[in-house]
């Protein structure tokens, strides 16, 4: 498209791209292309300018929870069932350009000097984008796409993500104001099964929820978001998780929640945990609930903790591993597992186990125990739910 001399005069005097200067960019070329191409025009440069460009179409498709560009151009999304490449390809002066204006809509800076990001784009999509020589070939762009509205417990059972049964069992977890954990691996739903589960607290109570980066969509009258900042180009600047975690005790909260622990808040977490503040949680990266333990020793070491203070802490602070996991591109909570205090420390007990859709509910030992924590019958819940019953749950987000 050939822009006017006016045009390039409104770029000249560094007028900042807007939805008003955009309209009025396609408005200025209506002699040029008719009144008919005036509001495709207008279209197609506000996705160049304003969005995201190629990547639009694939963020805006039903069921995307993730959209890449890899160094070698290709765009690749993630529709609930794995990485697909797709038909659309990037040079890499494209891609960097891409990237560095995305990391400009985030509010960061992007180039040699900083040549990695991770932020929120105004859409409430994550970005992280990086740059060569760090990654190989051209820029590299992810997108973590969020879920379209809140999710709730109800709605999770009913794609099939939670058990049945397992509802009344999470839910229960909520309303005793039990603290717990969400455990999995990349994508497996952690950020969307812990959004759904606050959303089941009492309207009544204070959320402060401390991020990295804002993902937690939670529906519930009365959250208080805390963001960290990384450090600017000086190296000055820096609000850590560790902060955010102590200013949070301050904040008057009912539950103090910490959406991804992956380093030295976790001394804070579990500080504030053991300090009154009853119904904690967050996420954790995690192969299986009894692994869980043993990440919460590797990262307090960050914090300069022994695995014995570790342990001793985690006792007193943890109660519950929800754990959740994806299979055959389908994810699932997979299991439900009580920390139990023992002489030699805490120890996860398994309680429920579920291998997803068209596979029996296990009971572990530790059933009897959390029931009883929960008030629920000692009877577990039982069910089955066949493949043909699971709805696509892709939409359910994948963090």
């Not at 038909?87 to 890499?92: F, R």
């Not at 929800?322 to 389908?330: E, I, L, M, Q, Y």
């Not at 066949?386 to 892709?394: C, K």
């Amino acid at each position: 498209m050939s822009l006017s001399p006016a045009v390039w005069e409104r770029v000249r005097e560094g007028v900042v791209p807007g939805p008003d200067a955009v309209a009025a960019v396609a408005a200025q070329e209506q002699g040029a292309l008719g009144a008919t191409r005036v509001a495709a025009t207008r279209s197609a440069l506000g996705a160049r300018v304003l969005g995201a460009g190629p990547l639009d179409a694939w963020l805006a498709e039903p069921g995307v929870t993730d959209v890449a560009v890899n160094g070698d151009g290709w765009v690749w999304v993630d529709r609930g069932a794995g990485m697909e490449r797709t038909t659309d390809h990037l040079d890499p002066a494209d891609a960097r350009t891409l990237a560095v204006r995305l990391a400009g809509l985030a509010g960061r800076r992007l180039d040699e000097a900083s040549p990695w990001v991770d932020g929120q784009l105004p859409s409430g999509a994550r970005l992280h984008a990086m740059l060569p020589p760090l990654v190989e070939g051209g820029a590299h762009v992810t997108i973590r796409v969020p879920p379209s509205r809140s999710v709730s417990l109800a709605s999770l059972a009913a794609r099939g993500m939670v058990p049945p049964g397992w509802e009344a069992v999470l839910e229960a977890l909520v309303r005793r104001r039990l603290a717990f954990v969400v455990s999995g691996g990349t994508g497996a739903g952690k950020t969307t099964l812990l959004a759904a589960l606050l959303s089941a607290c009492d309207p009544l109570e204070r959320l402060l929820v401390v991020e990295d980066v804002r993902e937690l969509r939670v529906e519930h009258p009365h959250v208080v978001r805390l963001e960290a900042r990384p450090a600017n180009v000086e190296g000055v600047g820096e609000v850590t998780l560790s902060t955010l975690v102590r200013q949070a005790l301050r904040m008057r909260p009912d539950r103090i929640v910490v959406g991804e622990v992956r380093g030295g808040e976790v001394r804070d977490l579990l500080t504030a945990l053991n300090t009154g503040h009853e119904g904690g949680c967050g996420t954790v990266h995690a192969n299986e609930p009894t692994d869980v333990l043993a990440r919460f020793e590797a990262l307090g070491a960050l914090a300069g903790l022994s695995p014995s203070a570790v342990r001793s802490q985690v006792s007193a602070a943890l109660d519950v591993v929800v754990h959740v996991a994806r299979s055959r591109g389908v994810r699932h909570v997979r299991a439900v597992a009580l920390l139990r205090r023992g002489d030699r420390g805490p120890r996860v007990e398994p309680a429920l186990a579920w291998a997803g859709p068209g596979s029996e509910q296990q009971v572990g030992p530790g059933w009897p125990h959390l029931a009883a924590r929960l008030g629920l019958p000692s009877s577990p819940p039982t069910g089955r739910l066949s493949a043909q019953q699971v709805g696509a749950d892709s939409s359910a987000g994948a963090a």
